[in-house]
């Protein structure tokens, strides 16, 4: 329940986030809701639906196959990341996106770790 009013208050907070275009910054109702239409508002009603789906469970004997769609929201992360970029380039802290960048990558690495170790587990339990 709290993960559907999470990313339904996202999406309402969307329409009130400007968004840089040509080196301007937008913030026009009309071009906020235009470019928010045209990007991530697909994906995120998507999200919403299927919380609501499993929370109703209307997805019986479906539903831990569905959560796993839900880790499409890590792509919503790339425009974050785009975000921290485009203020740490204002800044003149080109420095902080290399650290950044370093520490995505050690992160990367320690996810591709935790997989492979979650599968030699699996490996392990169902051959013993």
Known sequence: AMSAAFWSLDILMSFNTGFYHSHALMMTRQAVAMHYFKSYLFWDVLMVWLDVLILAEFLPGS????????????????????????????FGAQWLIFVI????????????????ACAWYFLGRSFA
Do not use: E, P
């Open 63 to 90: 539903g831990r196959a569905f959560r796993a769609l839900r880790l499409l929201r890590i792509a919503k992360l790339q425009r974050l990341n785009t975000t921290i970029d485009d203020y740490c380039a204002s």
């Open 101 to 116: 960048a370093i520490l995505k990558q050690l992160a990367f690495i320690y996810l591709l770790a935790h997989v492979y």
